[in-house]
Every structure is written in C-alpha cells, then in structure tokens.
C-alpha cells in the first residue's frame, strides 16, 4: 500500500494504474476510521481494479473552529486499518499541499444545501463541494463511494458531478452501526460514557418513527421524535425533517414523495450526531 501526502504522486501512480486498463476507485474520508469507512473500502475493492482513500481533516466544511480542533486524527492507526481493508493507495496530504491559496469558489445547490445540515453549519456543503471537486481533480476515479449516514452529502455530491459534468460513478453505501444502533462516527469517540449510552436512543426513536408511519402526519412524527430524543437529558435535537428523499425538501403528506426519509441532528454535550432512516 503506498501512502503519500503529494497530489502530483497521486495523479502519476492513477494515470499509471488506468493506462493499463484497469478501474479506480475512490472512498473520501476525514480519517479516525471505523468499520463504516472500511465498508466504503470494501465496497470500492469489490467494485473497482485499484482503491485510492483519502484522509483529510477539511478545514473548509468546518463551521465551527472548535469542531475542527477536536476533531480526532490517528494517521498511523487509520493506515494500518486501511493496509489490513486492502487498500491500495492513501493520500494524506497537508493542508498546504490541497489550499496553497485559499479556495473561494462558490456552489450553489438550491433547494439541496438550504435545509437540515446546509441551513445548521453556513457554509459547510460549499466546503464539502470545494474538497471533493478538488480531490476529484487529483485523483480522478471512475467510481467514488459515500455513505448514506451523510444522506443529504450523498445528494449534494451526485449534483455537484452533475453540474460539472465528471466522468465518475457515485457510489451510496448503507450506514454501519454499533451493536446497539448507534450509527458509527468518528465523533463517538469524543463522547463520555453518559453521552455514549444515551446515543443509541437517536436510531431507536428513528426506528419507532418508521412503525408510526400509518399512525401520525410527517409534522406529528417530527414532533413525537423530537420529544422522544429530548427526553433523555443528555440529547437535544437539533432538528427532525422529514423530507423527500430526492429533493430533500420536507414533506406535508406522506404522498407528497415517492421516497420519504427521516433525518436527525441531535448535540449530545458539544458533539453533534446525525442520523437518518428511510420511511417509505
Ligand atoms: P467522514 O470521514 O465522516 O467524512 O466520512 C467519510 C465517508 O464515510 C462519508 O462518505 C461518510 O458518509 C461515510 N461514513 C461515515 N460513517 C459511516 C457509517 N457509519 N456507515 C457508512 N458510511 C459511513
């Protein structure tokens, strides 16, 4: 497995891999992996000839300075995790080799970035948009994969390869959990025992919102999940939508969308967690 913080190492060894033939893969990650990357990792592997990772804490998708500071970073134990998933390349780069000058451009996803995590964190899906069009440039794969644990990224991605019009297949892969339902997330590590056993009752009040379906309105099931996450004292939602899976604009009726989900942001302490689950 090679590893390497250089772009220009990166496009040579993908232009190298593709010019005998073979597929690319791509799984972007900001690292202290867990078996949820590693899915994407292993997806990559059966779906692709050669599987490049990237590990990079993106300052620009940060709205929040803190969060950014205390985001975990564990290279070495991320690349042993990443040689044992069969990986092939990793490129962990500084933040001088992908900004050496600040990144102003602007996307405009509307209606996908004005809702949920685009009207909580300003400015966070342009970041995303910036670090991904960039790490497309270096890497240019012909598939990426995603997790649909970021369902709303997974929407703003496989538009921003629209609009730009990139040769790349996006992949979505089903979120990983903990025996308990906890969706992983490299955040579970910052929380403390308290907070750590009142998380799983975010998936557990997701999955009682999908049995109420026939029973309440998407406005009714926004507010009975909203009660049940706050009535531990260590939760605080943030926000419960119920939105069209396609346009993730929040529904009034449950025949307003084809495909209907359910998302969540809840802070538990300082850190913020989020979920999702598919309703109909
Ligand atoms: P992150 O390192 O949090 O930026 O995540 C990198 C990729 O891994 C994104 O596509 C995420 O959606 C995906 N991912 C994170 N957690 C999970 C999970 N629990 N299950 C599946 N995919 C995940």
Redesign the pocket.
């Known amino acids: 497995m090679l590893i390497t913080g250089n772009s220009k190492e990166v496009s040579r060894q993908v232009d190298f891999i593709k010019s005998s033939g073979k597929t690319v893969g791509f799984?972007?990650?900001?690292?202290a992996l867990?078996r949820?990357?590693i899915?994407?990792v292993e997806q990559c592997n059966k779906e692709c000839d050669y599987t490049v990772v990237s590990v990079f804490v993106n300052p620009t998708q940060f709205n929040d300075k803190e969060d950014y500071k205390r985001y975990p970073r564990v290279p070495e134990e991320d690349s042993k995790m990443l040689k044992e998933a069969g990986c092939d390349l990793v490129f962990m780069p500084t933040e001088q080799e992908i900004y050496p000058e600040p990144d102003t451009s602007i996307f405009d996803f509307t209606p996908l970035d004005k809702v949920m995590e685009g009207a909580f964190r300003p400015g966070h899906f342009n970041g995303v948009a910036q670090i991904v069009s960039r790490l497309f440039d270096i890497v240019k794969p012909d598939k990426a994969?995603?997790?649909?644990?970021?369902f709303q990224?997974l929407a703003i991605i496989r538009r921003l390869v629209q609009q730009v019009n990139r040769p790349v297949t996006i992949v979505d892969?089903?979120?990983?959990?903990e025996a308990d339902g906890l969706?992983?997330?490299?955040r579970n590590m910052l929380l403390n025992a308290d907070q750590r056993e009142a998380a799983p009752t975010i998936y557990r009040v997701l999955m009682q919102a999908k049995e109420l379906v026939t029973e309440l309105n998407p406005d009714q099931l926004k507010a009975y999940v909203t009660d049940q996450i706050n009535v531990n004292s260590e939760l605080k939602i943030e926000y419960a939508e119920v939105v069209d899976a396609g346009n993730l604009q929040p529904i009034k009726a449950w025949n307003d969308a084809q495909s209907v989900q359910l998302c969540v942001a809840v802070q538990v302490g300082k850190i913020r967690l989020i979920d999702n689950i598919n309703l109909i």
Not at 145 to 150: A, E, P
Not at 173 to 177: E, G, K, P, T
């Open positions: 799984v972007p990650t900001m690292g867990h949820g990357h899915s994407l994969f995603f997790g649909l644990k970021d990224q892969c089903n979120i990983i959990r969706a992983m997330s490299s």
